[in-house]
């Protein structure tokens, strides 16, 4: 069973970076796609980023250019680095894999963006 643990949220000022974590139980390789979503409370999970097998990064637009999505293979991990944050960034990050057969997700991690 393909775990994904999370790490690295927390309560952060506007305008302030944080950066999440998202480490595999196994191969990163494996997985067809990892993707980070965020979901705003009482909101559906939207996706924020995903990073392909062959290494290609897809950041949704109204994040683009603060949000950076990048992995290391070695530590089978996947990271969303995230500057400028604003209020409205508040929500759970969740990281996801997906296989031929599957999708795993980590357990979320709380981002809180205030003064």
């Known amino acids: 069973q393909v775990q994904l643990v999370q790490s690295g949220g927390g309560l952060i000022q506007p305008g302030g970076s944080l950066r999440l974590t998202c480490e595999a139980s196994s191969s990163i390789l494996s997985f067809m796609a990892m993707h980070w979503y965020y979901q705003a409370p009482g909101s559906q999970r939207e996706l924020v980023a995903t990073?392909?097998?062959?290494?290609?990064?897809y950041i949704t637009d109204s994040v683009k250019g603060r949000f950076f999505v990048s992995r290391d293979i070695a530590k089978d991990t996947m990271y969303l680095q995230m500057n400028s944050l604003k209020p409205d960034d508040t929500g759970v990050y969740y990281c996801?894999?997906?296989?031929?057969?599957?999708?795993?997700w980590g357990q979320g991690t709380q981002v809180t963006v205030s003064s």
């Open positions: 996801a894999a997906v296989s031929h057969t599957s999708a795993y």
């Open positions: 990073m392909t097998k062959d290494g290609s990064p």
